[in-house]
């Protein structure tokens, strides 16, 4: 079998594959937002995935166009409701018309859109082994893409669409996540609404900010100048400070648990929001020294040399010429541990007994029993995942930054 046949092969088969994959997950999205029992056409999406990978790659690459793109999605469509019945989800198009042709409609893009992404670029005329594995390889790539989108995105599509229902509602039918906008917006953010007027949710959320940003602030003010020191110094037990720091992740949480709160007991600040203040900067202490070590190594140290012959004290060289170069280090292990100290549990359970006092994760807890809705627990838990993904979102070219610098030297 020659390269071509292996690349158009490879093609066909990628068809197959994500026409079955994205046959079962469009038809789960569709039972999940409509309610009604749609049920996955396997073979038939399998089928119709080869008939468009063949449409979309059996000509040479410079001759497809985006009408090319849009007659593959439109032999999908074709070969299912051919194959189908006209049943592409398991259902008459009579049932639930116009959110099944939006489905389908999806469900045909994602499978030649992806497939037009593996077999961008090659076609019929390209023979070369090297373009078989890069074939293979974006196979690979949109795999693990999927894969973990769908992981990370279906329990949070879950979560929040409980948050939205109403109790009777979701014991008549679990699976149902469609939303009745006619109740009008009270009745849909009812959980939500509830949560800062009857559970404290506002003070939760303040307190778990104080402690976050606090936890922050302190942890800079001692890692910046520990990694500037390993990084930079010369002094005995320097390589064993730097190789040894983060040893105490070595020592699981739960065994500090039961000394600490006997001794902040004795010290009354157990049941205190500085107690968390006292333990959260040592755990994320470490980490952060070891995140800013390595960047600090990477700064070119003729920069910090030149300063320190232009007059300007070792301070100085660190607030002006350092610091500045560090910020997205500096950005990336902020967010880490705002992370860090924002989802915290252990410790704030274990030390806070008044409700006013609790952090949000606590406060969560405090929702996990049979007297509480469960849409009131789907919507704390959206309360407390939101504004970190809207940070990570936000700082994202930051943490990327942060977390590469360091590793080759510059």
């Known amino acids: 079998m020659n390269r071509i046949g292996n690349i158009f092969i490879l093609c066909l088969l990628s068809g197959a594959f994500w026409g079955a994959i994205y046959g079962i997950l469009v038809?789960?999205?569709?039972l999940l937002v409509s309610g009604f029992e749609f049920q996955p056409q396997v073979i038939a999406a399998t089928a119709a995935g080869i008939a468009a990978a063949g449409a979309m790659t059996g000509r040479p690459a410079a001759q497809r166009t985006r009408g090319t793109f849009f007659a593959?999605?439109?032999c999908f469509i074709g070969v299912l409701l051919l194959l189908t019945g006209f049943k592409p989800l398991g259902l008459g198009l009579g049932t639930y018309t116009i959110g099944q042709i939006i489905f389908v409609a999806l469900l045909a893009w994602l499978v030649v859109a992806t497939v037009e992404m593996i077999g961008r670029g090659y076609g019929p005329a390209t023979e070369k082994r090297?373009?078989?594995?890069?074939?293979?390889?974006?196979?690979?790539?949109?795999?693990?893409?999927?894969?973990?989108?769908?992981?990370?995105?279906?329990?949070?599509?879950?979560?929040?669409?409980?948050?939205?229902?109403?109790?009777?509602?979701?014991?008549?039918?679990?699976?149902?996540?469609?939303?009745?906008?006619?109740?009008?917006?009270?009745?849909?953010?009812?959980?939500?609404?509830?949560?800062?007027?009857?559970?404290?949710?506002?003070t939760f959320l303040i307190n778990s900010t104080m402690i976050s940003i606090a936890t922050v602030v302190l942890t800079l003010i001692f890692a910046v100048p520990g990694a500037y020191a390993v990084a930079r110094l010369k002094f005995p037990g320097q390589d064993f400070l730097s190789r040894s720091i983060l040893l105490i992740y070595m020592v699981p949480m739960i065994v500090l648990v039961i000394p600490l709160y006997a001794?902040?007991?004795?010290?009354?600040?157990?049941?205190?929001?500085?107690?968390?203040?006292?333990?959260?900067?040592?755990?994320?202490?470490?980490?952060?020294?070891?995140?800013?070590?390595?960047?600090?190594?990477?700064?070119?140290?003729?920069?910090?040399?030149?300063?320190?012959?232009?007059?300007?004290?070792?301070m100085q060289v660190i607030l002006?010429?350092?610091?500045?170069?560090?910020?997205p280090a500096l950005a990336s292990v902020s967010l880490y541990?705002?992370?860090?100290?924002?989802?915290?549990?252990?410790?704030?359970?274990?030390?806070l007994d008044s409700v006013n006092l609790f952090t949000l994760s606590r406060g969560i807890a405090e929702l996990n029993t049979s007297e509480v809705p469960r849409q009131h627990l789907m919507a704390g838990a959206v309360i407390a995942t939101v504004p970190v993904l809207v940070l990570f979102l936000w700082f994202e070219r930051f943490l990327v930054a942060g977390l590469t610098a360091g590793s080759v030297k510059g």
């Open 27 to 30: 038809t789960l999205l569709a």
């Open 72 to 74: 593959a999605i439109a």
């Open 130 to 202: 090297y373009n078989v594995e890069v074939v293979i390889l974006r196979f690979l790539k949109s795999f693990g893409l999927v894969f973990f989108t769908i992981a990370v995105a279906l329990p949070f599509f879950v979560m929040v669409m409980m948050s939205l229902k109403n109790q009777q509602f979701l014991l008549a039918n679990p699976l149902d996540f469609s939303l009745d906008l006619s109740v009008g917006a009270a009745a849909i953010f009812r959980s939500y609404i509830e949560l800062f007027t009857q559970y404290n949710f506002g």
């Open 263 to 314: 001794v902040f007991s004795q010290m009354g600040i157990r049941n205190t929001l500085w107690g968390l203040l006292f333990v959260y900067p040592a755990t994320t202490i470490p980490v952060a020294l070891y995140m800013l070590q390595g960047y600090f190594r990477g700064i070119p140290a003729e920069l910090e040399e030149a300063g320190l012959m232009d007059g300007l004290g070792r």
């Open 320 to 327: 002006k010429i350092t610091l500045p170069l560090a910020l």
């Open 337 to 351: 541990i705002f992370m860090i100290a924002w989802n915290e549990f252990l410790f704030a359970f274990m030390f």
